[in-house]
């Protein structure tokens, strides 16, 4: 079945934007009466049947309504440092979109290398990783942020530090329990600084390991957000 991403939906009849108008009607070659999937990311997810195949504005009518499709019993918010090579930091939206995520926030730390990120690729990248997944729920993707302000935000559930630094933590997978919503901090390349680990402290963050091999920065980030899922399957 063809899913479209469709987040402004409102009403029975719709019409899909020219991109994804192109794709339905020149791409994929479909007409009247075909039927198509549509989500809008706020857990609605939608049959609906082509009435006008334009190429330019190819419009629908919804046919089928299924509201909180596939919602989880728990929420997942990873704040992690964006890497110097932006093709990891890519790789880790699409791969915790597909695995479950409900909310990405890039921080900017003390020893982060990459300053700045573009938006709008990024939310690209989710979209269709939300897509290949099929996922009615669009991962909130927030502006980068310093390390420092995000962390004196009061934000409810369980809050985890992972770290390298070589001290008494606990497995995530030990200390995790299921149904709980959580936000996990993950560091850049250098890791969290001495500073920065202490802080999470004061804020009522646990210190964490995700294992015993020593992870990217990506490959961390995707690790808890796997781990989470599992526990909550």
């Given amino acids: 079945m063809h899913l479209f991403y469709t987040p402004d939906l409102s009403s029975n009849i719709y019409t899909l934007n020219e991109i994804e108008s192109k794709h339905c009607v020149r791409v994929l070659r479909l007409s009247a009466d075909d039927i198509i999937e549509l989500i809008d990311g706020n857990g609605g997810f939608y049959k609906a049947k082509i009435t006008d195949p334009n190429p330019k504005r190819c419009t629908v009518e919804i046919i089928e309504t299924k509201k909180e499709f596939g919602k989880r019993n728990h929420y997942l918010h990873i704040a992690i440092a964006p890497t110097k090579n932006i093709d990891r930091f890519e790789w880790f939206l699409e791969k915790a979109t597909e695995i479950g995520i409900d909310e990405i926030t ?85 890791d969290f600084s001495p500073v920065e680990i202490s802080l999470a402290k004061e804020n009522n963050y646990k210190e964490i390991s995700l294992g015993e091999s020593r992870l990217r920065t990506e490959t961390a980030g995707v690790v808890a957000c796997h781990t989470i899922n599992i526990i909550n399957e």
């Fill in 106 to 190: 890039p921080i900017l730390c003390e020893h982060s290398e990459r300053k700045a990120i573009k938006n709008e690729r990024l939310e690209k990248i989710i979209v269709s990783a939300v897509k290949q997944s099929i996922k009615a729920y669009k991962p909130k993707l927030n502006d980068l942020t310093s390390y420092t302000n995000f962390i004196k935000q009061n934000i409810e559930g369980e809050k985890y530090i992972a770290h390298c630094e070589e001290n008494q933590k606990l497995l995530l997978k030990n200390s995790y329990k299921q149904g709980q919503n959580t936000i996990i901090l993950i560091g850049p390349e250098g």
